[in-house]
């Protein structure tokens, strides 16, 4: 009997592996998104986004800056762990970040305009910028998605706000290297870090 388990427990293994290798070649194309997508049956009260009402404070949103050497947002594992195919988006990572931020900025509360050198000198708003240091997801039994930024926010030209920020995020057991399941991994990364930023930002501001 132990046995016959043992030979199903093998069986289902061997399976997994060759599922996953016949599923590990061909770049992923996948479109980044923001906010993460949710299922509504999933979602709590006291996880469900919350909306902050308006505040006086404006911001000048800079685009974040992408430094990473290259346009791979992932890799591609067969069932032997071995990297087989590169994940590379169709849009762009840099308007991704930022879109996000703004989106972030608005949900607490704050008035949002697109930012250019000239508007540094409105001394009354809030200018807020950054770099994008990491955004990448390796797959191999369960997605391991990974955001890391550094943010910048200044008032009158004098900074108050560098930080570097880093987020992960999972869309669960990797069962064809899909390119939403890609996608949705970046996407709870860069929400978990975005969250930081606009604490820490919430607090500065508080505390002028």
């Known amino acids: 009997?132990?046995?016959?388990?043992?030979?199903?427990?093998?069986?289902?293994?061997?399976?997994?592996?060759?599922?996953?290798?016949?599923?590990?070649?061909?770049t992923r194309q996948p479109t980044l998104i923001y906010p993460p997508t949710q299922v509504p049956s999933e979602?709590?009260?006291?996880?469900a986004d919350v909306i902050f009402p308006p505040k006086s404070v404006q911001i000048i949103l800079k685009?974040?800056?992408?430094?990473?050497?290259?346009?791979?947002?992932?890799?591609?594992r067969n069932g032997f762990g071995m990297r087989t195919a590169d994940v590379i988006p169709i849009n762009n990572v840099s308007d991704w970040v930022t879109q996000a931020v703004a989106i972030e900025l608005r949900n607490n509360g704050y008035t949002?305009?697109?930012g250019t050198p000239d508007n540094d000198s409105r001394?009354?708003?809030v200018v807020v910028s950054g770099d994008i240091l990491n955004v990448f997801c390796d797959a191999y039994f369960n997605y391991s998605g990974q955001v890391s930024l550094v943010t910048r926010a200044s008032r009158g030209g004098k900074g108050f706000l560098y930080?570097?920020?880093?987020?992960?995020?999972?869309?669960?057991?990797n069962w064809a290297a899909s390119e939403e399941s890609y996608a949705q991994s970046l996407a709870l990364a860069l929400s978990s870090a975005l969250r930081l930023f606009v604490?820490?930002?919430n607090k500065s501001l508080t505390s002028d």
């Open 163 to 173: 930080k570097h920020y880093s987020g992960e995020g999972s869309a669960g057991t």
């Open 123 to 125: 001394s009354l708003m």
């Open 63 to 76: 685009p974040f800056i992408d430094k990473r050497s290259d346009n791979v947002v992932g890799t591609v």
């Open 1 to 26: 009997m132990f046995g016959m388990f043992r030979n199903i427990n093998v069986t289902a293994v061997l399976a997994f592996v060759f599922f996953l290798g016949g599923c590990a070649f061909g």
């Open 112 to 114: 949002v305009i697109s």
């Open 43 to 47: 979602i709590s009260v006291a996880h």
């Open 199 to 201: 604490s820490d930002l």
